[in-house]
């Protein structure tokens, strides 16, 4: 049973925009913390983002503060990454993340050219 369907993902030029969006099941939306996480080729999977399921932002990884937003809708059960001032080093894959149940996304690739 698919639960969280990650999109939005792409090829863009250093400085670009991207706005990743997952698609949750409303069983594991409602009620939970979610989260964004990345893995590049040959590195360990980091945690990116974080958002309560209040819908507050609790969490960026250092390297994304200012350029990235975590949000998401409790109408549509739709998690969100919008990112901004693209830079190489976050090519990576893209994973939508539910902790308490564990729960992950399929991913979705992110390429940012220099």
């Known amino acids: 049973q698919v639960q969280l369907v990650e999109s939005g993902g792409g090829l863009v030029q250093a400085g670009g925009s991207l706005r990743l969006s997952c698609a949750a099941s409303?069983?594991?939306?409602?009620?939970?913390?979610m989260a964004w996480f990345r893995q590049a080729s040959g590195k360990q999977r980091e945690l990116v983002a974080m958002?309560?399921?209040?819908?507050?932002?609790?969490y960026y990884l250092d390297s994304v503060k200012g350029r990235f937003t975590v949000s998401r809708d409790s109408g549509t059960n739709m998690l969100y990454l919008q990112m901004n001032s693209l830079q190489p080093e976050d090519t990576a894959v893209y994973y939508c993340?539910?902790?308490?149940?564990?729960?992950w996304g399929q991913g979705t690739q992110v390429t940012v050219s220099s």
């Open positions: 409303k069983s594991i939306f409602s009620g939970n913390a």
């Open positions: 958002i309560t399921s209040a819908g507050i932002a609790n």
């Open positions: 993340h539910v902790p308490r149940v564990s729960a």
